[in-house]
């Protein structure tokens, strides 16, 4: 694979992230004046755009760094809650439509999966953020020490455990999942299961220790969802900034809990089917998201049914046990297209 | 116990800044230099696998 390639899929993993960017931009940063310090930002961070980017992505990743610059530009000339306002949302969204869901829609139509574009990661909010960068950051020791730890702890859970974990992942695919003695499937899953926390957590170790080199503590994304006790929990403590997003702009736009019990139910369902369609644009990601929406409306009506948990250790346990086996049990569904999973759900429960 | 364990792993892991106790004083320099050198060592070892971010799809 040329380098070139590797480098699009690895910008997190490469030198040049660290050492053309991140520590030149933390360490001019720290020394820097503080009215200095945003074009400090804005130098480096248009740098990253333009290399990766455009060098990298080629003619997309081009349409990638216009679109952010023009939005950048043109977000200043109008007010807050004006038409121009709503028009350059919709432009963004439409965009974001054409670049992310393009392929969803074409697909549905003829019929032909094929791989979506996938922008995630921990999100931040500019209310939250603008505070944390104009504020002077305290104990540059102690955020440079604490920033590095986080990212090397980060790589190692990418290259030490998610990506060796490939070489189980790799058999989730209808080939291997026809051929394979049907008790080792569960444990592929597993293999996934523990991959993508690794990996997703890992990534979002790397960004929260790089925030940190500038001084700017980001909230974090992952709280031991794995250990949690029910599928409400699991969602407070995995991918946090999303779950508090989804919360914010869709649950409780809906009404959230104060509309009739059956309404209830149907907003955590469409929550967590727009949560799906976040994560990927394709129906095993619709599949997903449903699995979990009915995972979260029955623990609800469970918590109706019985309002006090009950503080036994074995109980505990069991319902900790019984959230990862469900959380685990979803994610053929994610990673692999409906076809591919049902294939495996068939194989696993019907032989 | 679990809380004591789940606060020194996450100090190590970089999450958390306050050093339990039984690791704070002169020992802390010690436990920090030590996970510095094994993730290094764990990075170089397993690096170069050049698997994609999953989150990220380019």
Redesign the interface.
């Known amino acids: 694979?040329a380098w070139a390639e590797?480098a699009?899929?690895?910008?997190?993993?490469t030198f040049s992230y660290y050492f053309l960017f991140l520590v030149p931009a933390a360490a001019l940063f720290r020394v820097a004046p503080q009215r200095l310090r945003p074009w400090i930002i804005v130098l480096f961070g248009g740098g990253f755009f333009l290399y990766f980017a455009y060098g990298m992505?080629g003619w997309?990743g081009a349409a990638c760094l216009l679109i952010f610059l023009w939005e950048s530009v043109i977000s200043r000339l109008y007010r807050p809650s004006s038409r121009w306002c709503m028009l350059g949302i919709i432009q963004s969204v439409v965009l974001l439509g054409i670049f992310k869901y393009w392929n969803f829609f074409t697909g549905l139509i003829f019929h032909h999966g094929v791989?979506?574009?996938?922008?995630?990661?921990p999100i931040k909010r500019y209310q939250d953020f603008l505070p944390k960068l104009r504020a002077e950051p305290m104990g540059w020791d102690?955020d440079w020490?604490?920033?590095?730890?986080?990212?090397?702890?980060g790589?190692?859970k990418?290259?030490?455990v998610?990506?060796?974990l490939?070489a189980w992942t790799d058999h989730l695919n209808a080939h291997d999942i026809l051929v394979a003695d049907r008790r080792i499937l569960p444990f592929w899953a597993l293999a996934y299961g523990i991959?993508?926390y690794t990996?997703?957590s890992g990534?979002s170790?790397i960004a929260i220790?790089s925030a940190r080199l500038f001084g700017i503590r980001v909230p974090?994304n992952f709280d031991?969802p794995y250990g949690r006790r029910n599928i409400q929990r699991f969602w407070q403590c995995w991918h946090i900034s999303l779950t508090r997003w989804l919360m914010d702009y869709v649950y409780i736009p809906l009404g959230g809990s104060r509309v009739s019990k059956p309404r209830i139910y149907a907003n955590i369902i469409a929550v967590m089917l727009v949560s799906g369609l976040w994560h990927g644009a394709g129906l095993n990601f619709v599949v997903w998201g449903l699995w979990h929406g009915l995972l979260l409306a029955g623990h609800r009506f469970w918590r109706q049914l019985r309002p006090v948990a009950s503080n036994q250790p074995q109980v505990v346990l069991l319902s900790r046990v019984l959230t990862f086996v469900l959380v685990n049990a979803g994610w053929p569904f994610f990673c692999m297209d409906l076809h591919t999973a049902i294939l495996f759900y068939r194989r696993l429960l019907a032989g | 116990m679990v809380s004591n364990l789940r606060n020194t792993l996450e100090y190590l892991a970089g999450e958390r800044d306050e050093a339990p106790e039984f690791l704070s004083g002169r020992f802390e320099l010690v436990v920090r230099c030590a996970v510095w050198a094994l993730a290094i060592l764990l990075i170089y070892a397993f690096c170069g696998q050049s698997s994609k971010f999953i989150y990220i799809d380019f």
């Open positions: 694979m590797i699009a899929y690895l910008i997190f993993n992505a997309w791989n979506p574009l996938r922008w995630q990661g102690g020490e604490r920033g590095i730890t986080r990212i090397l702890v790589l190692v990418k290259f030490a998610a990506d060796l490939t991959k993508i990996d997703f990534y170790d220790g974090e031991w």
